[in-house]
């Protein structure tokens, strides 16, 4: 069994595994740099070291990141998710060290983070996909003649892409023309790579993932789904599971669906496949060869601990469940509580946190890394905390939604916490009936009214009265 893990990451998501490493009786050793040297990760683990005074550069540093496992005498490392969770060379530079990488393997992360590569294995291993290019194109020529074969609206993506970044949908020769120099300068920047092919795209669909597992005795398990067609950008910010939308059969037809994926890969530890679904037809879209933001929804349906899966699998154990054991019950949704405004275009609001209240009671659950007095830095994304309600019907969790969101308090940054009740409140939500166009189809939504703080107007009272005192 695993002894000690270095978790390659920050935030929530470094919280989260020192949590699971101390229910499993290993130590953990958190990482930080100077922006985030009073975080939480830093003051849970069991040992945290300094990685330097750039807000990034420690994070992104796969052999320093593994050096320090060795010296600190870890025997394995934890990468979570984003930042380096999904580059292979990290995996190739963890096993030549004898460190054991909880993820697949390099190779595999390799294959599927090629989107053209993962393409041509889900084809041949009977998955449907989107109709699409062969590979890459070679250039802007090549682009404009595939997006007249395939038809318009197509999607131009990075084939190196993640998170949303490196992907622009193109409704005409015209736009295609205008996107192609962003995407390939995009792709560049973000992932070191101008490779760029084009799917057609599929209008409106729904945004449906399954979790899978699977150990290194050839067990390959799915979790059910999620899902996360409430998202505006490219960018989830409410996740379901399961998914209120799905039949029975599409339900079990997914699953299926992802474990074969897993299977023609070879894919060992936890991963997701995400699909679209429109009209019926089901399409392969990706798979993200590490653990989600959204995992914890899925824990609250099934009861299995994912993490706690990925630590036992990367230590050589089988899966602690079979297919036939895993059930679902109830319903759960993630809020994805963001540092935005979305009444000024949810524009960043870093700083302070001035007080923080945890919202509680049957059925919550919260992710996160803030506390009273901690200061979000600029230089990473805006999530403060994960908001996770459960509830035995669909409307039970709507309604326990609403009352969590109510209950919680961020005080000192603008959240998205108030735009998420206005989501719950909606007709068109609380039926069921929504896809990825929901966001950007009610921009109504953004124009809620905000209730005045107590203390705030306390304080203004008490101003103005001080002032009218000549105090």
Not at 315 to 329: A, F, M, N, P, T
Request: aromatic residues 8%.
């Amino acid at each position: 069994m695993i002894k000690k893990i270095l978790i390659a990451n920050r935030g929530e998501i470094a919280v989260r595994i020192v949590r699971a490493c101390a229910e499993m009786g290993i130590r953990s050793v958190a990482i930080y740099s100077d922006a985030d040297r009073h975080a939480l990760h830093v003051k849970r683990a069991d040992e945290a070291y300094s990685i330097g005074d750039d807000p990034l550069a420690g994070y992104l540093n796969p052999r320093k990141l593994v050096n320090l496992a060795v010296e600190t005498g870890c025997d394995a490392l934890h990468p979570g998710y984003g930042f380096l969770s999904e580059n292979a060379e990290l995996a190739e530079i963890c096993a030549e060290r004898g460190i054991k990488f909880i993820g697949p393997s390099a190779e595999v992360i390799r294959r599927m983070g090629d989107k053209t590569e993962a393409r041509r294995s889900m084809i041949k291993a009977g998955v449907p996909v989107t109709p699409g290019t062969e590979g890459n194109v070679a250039d802007l020529a090549e682009a404009l003649r595939e997006g007249e074969r395939i038809g318009y609206p197509v999607m131009l993506k990075a084939t190196s892409g993640g998170g949303g970044r490196g992907i622009r949908r193109c409704n005409s020769r015209e736009e295609l023309e205008q996107a192609y120099p962003r995407v390939i300068s995009e792709a560049t920047k973000a992932f070191g790579s101008a490779e760029v092919f084009l799917e057609k795209c599929i209008v409106n669909p729904k945004h449906i993932e399954a979790q899978i597992l699977a150990d290194s005795f050839g067990n390959t398990v799915h979790l059910f789904e999620r899902d996360c067609s409430i998202q505006r950008r490219n960018q989830k910010l409410i996740e379901i599971a399961p998914s209120p939308q799905l039949t029975p059969e599409q339900r079990a037809y997914i699953g299926d669906l992802a474990v074969r994926a897993a299977k023609a890969v070879g894919y060992e530890n936890a991963g997701t496949v995400e699909f679209l679904l429109a009209e019926g037809e089901v399409y392969f879209m990706e798979m993200n060869t590490r653990v989600q933001v959204e995992h914890t929804i899925t824990e609250e349906i099934t009861g299995i601990d994912i993490v706690r899966e990925q630590i036992r699998i990367a230590s050589g154990l089988e899966l602690s469940v079979k297919q036939d054991d895993i059930i679902h019950r109830g319903f759960a949704l993630q809020f994805r509580i963001n540092a935005e405004d979305p009444k000024n275009n949810f524009l960043p609001s870093f700083g302070k946190i001035t007080r923080y209240y945890a919202p509680g009671g049957p059925g919550v659950r919260t992710d996160t890394a803030i506390y009273t007095g901690y200061t979000i830095p600029p230089y990473y994304d805006s999530m403060c905390l994960k908001l996770i309600v459960w509830a035995l019907t669909w409307e039970e969790a709507l309604d326990r939604g609403l009352r969590a969101l109510d209950d919680m308090r961020v005080q000192g940054v603008r959240t998205t916490a108030p735009y998420y009740q206005e989501i719950l409140r909606n007709p068109e939500f609380r039926s069921a009936e929504f896809n990825t166009s929901f966001v950007e189809s009610h921009p109504e939504l953004t124009q809620y009214s905000i209730k005045r703080n107590p203390s705030h107007l306390a304080i203004a009272i008490a101003t103005a009265i001080a002032a009218h005192a000549g105090l």
